[in-house]
C-alpha cells in the first residue's frame, strides 16, 4: 500500500498551533452530533476521559471493556502521580519548561508539536479532576500539593497518596458513567477486540469476542479509537496487569495501520525483584519514593552484611554520585542502567539482582509519621509482599519492564494510517519519544482523552463522507469469518504445550536479548529463538476448553500468538536503530556509559508497514524536526 506519513502538524508558532488549530476545525453541530457514532476499545483512563467527553458532546458513544467493570483497567495500578506544569510551587515550572522536561527526557525523539500540546492541556486535566472530585494531596492551607518526579528540577506531580491512577480512573469512570446512565454512552464489558472493520477504505466497526459466551459479535460506528494500553507483557515478567495486551494494536496493525518504534520500552527503576519462577508479573513501587529514597549498594562486592551493619562510609549512593545535579531522581532509562552496572559488577544486593531504596535519612529528618502520611499504602504493600518492613530496613528494587513508548503511528490528530481509526493513549506513539517521564502516562491519557480526541474526532467526521454502514455489509462478515478461523486454528492444534510455558519461553530471549541492554549479536540470535517459539506455538500449543464458552486459555493463547509477532518485529526495530536513545541501548554506541545517539542518521520515527504472514515488514520514516528545542547530549549531571 502507498504510505504517506503525513504529521499533519500546523503551521505557526508551537504556542500557538493548537489553538490556531482547533479554530481552523470543522465542527459537528449538536443535532448532528446525534447522527454519528464513535466506538471506544478499552475504558482506562484514555478510553473512559474519551467515552465521557464525546457522550457529553452527544454522539452516540459504544464502549469495549476486556474486564467486567472499566474499575479494573491496569490505570489503577499508576502510584505516584500526574504532571502538569501549575507551577504552584513558584520553583520556576511553565508549560515550556514541561514541554522541553519532556522532549529532553525522551531523547529527542518525540514530535515537538504534540509535546507542547500535551504541556498546554496538562493544567486544565487538573482542574477537571478537581472538579471530578479526585481527592488529591492538599497543602495545610487547602492548596494542591506537588511532589517532584524523574527527570524535573521542579515539583509539578500531583497525587492522591501512592493511588493517583486509581483515583483519576474513578473520575473518568465516573464521567463515563453519567453519560451511559443518560444513554449516550453503551457500555459493554468482557469484550475483546480481535479484527478492525475496513468500508471503502476507512475503519468503519471491530470484531468483538465476548469472553463470557464466547460469540464473536460485530459492531459498526463512523469512527473507532483504540485505547488498550501498552505491551510489556510481551516481556512476560512486567508490572503490567496480566491481561495486557497488544491485541487490539496488533490486528489494527494487521489491517494497514503502522506501528511505530516498538523497541522504544521502558524499564522502570523501583520494582520489587524477581523472587521465584512461578511469578507471574512484576509489582512497581512508585517513583515518587525516589523523593525521600536513598538508593545506594555497599562500595564492597558481594557484601553480605546486613544493610544497617554497613556503615556510611561503606556505601555508594551511585545516582547522587554519578548525577549530582538529579541525584535519586534522575530519569527511568538512565537509574535503571545504573542499578544494572552495579549489580553486573558484582555489588548488587540480596541475591545480587536489587540495590537499595533507603529511607533511614528522611525518616529521621521528617519523623514516621510524615513518611506514613506521604508513602503509607506503598510501605504496606512492599512489607506485606517482601515480609520487610521499610521503615526499618531499605526497600530492595531492581528495574523491570513497565511501560512501551512505541505504539500504532498517529498524526497530530491522533489519527492512525488508515481514515477513521484514532489511537489514544499508551495505545499511540506519539508524546514520549525514546524515554516516558514518571508522572506523565495519566497525563497524556487524560489529555488525548478529554482534550484532543473531541476535536479531532468532531474534524473528521465533518470533512469526511460517511455513507451508512450495517453489520450486514460484506466487510462485517468476512471479518467476522477471518475471526473465527483464525480461532479454530489455535484451537485444532492440540499440542502439548501450554500458552504459558511459551509466553515464558519469549519473555526469557525478550528481556535477555532486547530489554535494559541489547547488542547486534544478541538481536540476532533473539530473531533466531523467536522464529523456533512461534514454529513450536502453532505447531504444539494446547488449548484446553471450548471455543463457545468462558475459555481464558484460549484468550491467552491469541494474546501470546501476536506478542510473538510483535516480539519479532521489536528485535528487527532495535537492530535496524543503530544508536543508543533513551530506553534503546544499544551497547555497540555508547559513551562513559551513556547513550550515544546518531543524529544524523537516526532522528526520526521508524513506523512499520505489514505485508503479511511471515513476511518482512516494510519500514517508513517520519522524520524529527526540532526547531524549538536544540538538539543536544542529554546530561543529568
Known amino acids: 500500500m502507498a504510505i504517506n506519513l503525513d504529521s499533519k502538524i500546523p503551521s505557526g508558532p508551537i504556542e500557538s498551533k493548537w489553538k490556531n488549530h482547533k479554530f481552523n476545525m470543522k465542527l459537528v453541530n449538536p443535532a448532528n452530533k446525534r447522527k454519528h457514532s464513535v466506538i471506544v476499545v478499552g475504558t482506562g483512563l484514555a478510553g473512559a476521559s474519551a467515552a465521557a467527553s464525546l457522550g457529553e458532546l452527544g454522539y452516540k458513544v459504544k464502549a469495549f471493556c476486556v474486564h467486567e467493570s472499566p474499575r479494573r483497567a491496569h490505570s489503577v495500578a499508576a502510584q505516584g502521580g500526574i504532571n502538569a506544569a501549575k507551577n504552584y510551587q513558584n520553583d520556576g515550572d511553565s508549560v515550556y519548561r514541561l514541554f522541553y522536561d519532556t522532549v529532553k527526557g525522551g531523547d529527542f525523539r518525540a514530535r515537538e508539536a504534540n509535546v507542547h500540546r500535551l504541556a498546554e492541556v496538562s493544567t486544565a486535566i487538573i482542574d477537571t479532576c478537581v472538579a471530578q472530585g479526585v481527592p488529591f494531596a492538599r497543602e495545610y492551607g487547602g492548596l494542591l500539593s506537588n511532589r517532584s518526579f524523574g527527570g524535573a528540577q521542579v515539583s509539578r506531580t500531583f497525587y492522591a497518596r501512592g493511588q493517583t491512577g486509581q483515583q483519576l480512573l474513578l473520575g473518568a469512570y465516573s464521567a463515563m458513567m453519567r453519560q451511559v446512565d443518560l444513554g449516550q454512552v453503551e457500555l459493554r464489558t468482557r469484550r475483546e477486540m480481535l479484527d478492525l472493520v475496513i468500508v471503502d477504505g476507512k475503519a ?44 487490539a494494536a496488533w490486528k489494527a496493525h494487521k489491517k494497514g495501520a503502522l506501528f511505530a518504534n516498538p523497541c522504544y520500552t521502558q524499564i522502570h527503576p523501583t520494582c ?45 549512593y551511585y545516582l547522587e554520585r554519578v548525577y549530582p545535579s538529579f541525584g535519586n531522581l534522575a530519569p527511568r532509562d538512565v537509574a535503571s542502567r545504573q542499578a544494572k552496572f552495579r549489580c553486573d559488577e558484582g555489588f548488587g544486593v540480596g541475591e545480587g539482582h536489587a540495590v537499595y531504596l533507603d529511607f533511614k535519612d528522611a525518616i529521621q529528618r521528617y519523623g514516621e509519621d510524615k513518611i506514613a502520611e506521604r508513602y503509607g499504602n506503598l510501605f504496606q504493600m512492599y512489607d506485606k509482599i517482601t515480609g520487610e518492613n521499610p521503615y526499618k530496613m531499605p526497600m ?46 495519566l497525563m497524556q491519557g487524560l489529555a488525548d482523552g478529554y482534550f484532543v480526541l473531541p476535536y479531532t474526532i468532531g474534524d473528521y467526521i465533518a470533512n469526511t463522507k460517511l455513507e451508512k454502514v450495517t453489520t450486514d455489509n460484506t466487510a462485517f462478515k468476512e471479518t467476522k469469518n477471518e475471526v473465527e478461523t483464525g480461532i479454530n486454528k489455535l484451537m485444532n492444534i492440540k499440542g502439548n ?84 536513545c533513551g530506553g534503546h541501548f544499544r551497547e555497540e554506541h555508547q559513551e562513559n556509559g551513556e547513550a550515544k545517539r546518531n543524529d544524523d542518521k537516526f532522528c526520526h520515527v521508524a513506523a512499520w508497514e505489514w505485508n503479511g504472514d511471515n513476511k518482512p515488514q516494510t519500514r517508513h520514516v517520519e522524520e524529527l524536526k526540532f526547531e524549538n528545542v536544540k538538539l543536544a547530549t542529554r546530561s543529568y549531571k
Not at 205 to 219: A, D, H, P, Q
Not at 273 to 288: A, C, D, I, R, Y
Open 497 to 580: 504445550r501450554t500458552v504459558e510455558s511459551l509466553h515464558k519461553e519469549l519473555g526469557r530471549v525478550m528481556w535477555d536479548k532486547c530489554g535494559m541492554s541489547r547488542t547486534r549479536e544478541g538481536l540476532q540470535e533473539a530473531a533466531q529463538k523467536i522464529a523456533k517459539i512461534k514454529q513450536e506455538f502453532w505447531n504444539n500449543v494446547r488449548i484446553p476448553g471450548e471455543v463457545n464458552y468462558l475459555n481464558p486459555e484460549l484468550e491467552k493463547a491469541g494474546r501470546v500468538a501476536d506478542f510473538i509477532e510483535l516480539g519479532e518485529l521489536m528485535c528487527k526495530d532495535a537492530l535496524e536503530r543503530e544508536e543508543s
Open 396 to 441: 530492595k528494587i531492581y528495574p523491570a519492564p513497565h511501560y512501551t513508548m512505541g505504539g500504532l503511528w498517529v498524526d497530530y490528530n491522533l489519527m492512525s494510517t488508515i481514515p477513521g481509526l484514532f489511537v489514544a493513549g499508551e495505545a499511540n506513539f506519539s508524546d514520549h519519544g525514546a524515554n516516558r517521564l514518571g508522572a506523565s502516562a
Open 272 to 316: 520489587i525483584p524477581v523472587h521465584g519462577e512461578n511469578q507471574s508479573k512484576l509489582t512497581l513501587m512508585s517513583e515518587s519514593l525516589r523523593n525521600d529514597g536513598r538508593v545506594w549498594v555497599p562500595k564492597n562486592k558481594n557484601d553480605k552484611r546486613p544493610p544497617q551493619d554497613i556503615p556510611e562510609g561503606e556505601r555508594d
Open 204 to 247: 468503519r466497526g471491530v470484531s468483538m469476542r465476548n469472553l463470557l459466551t464466547g460469540e464473536i459479535e460485530s459492531y459498526e460506528a463512523d469512527a473507532v479509537v483504540i485505547a488498550t494500553g501498552g505491551y510489556s507483557n510481551v516481556f512476560y515478567l512486567s508490572t503490567n496487569a496480566m491481561a495486557c495486551a497488544v491485541t
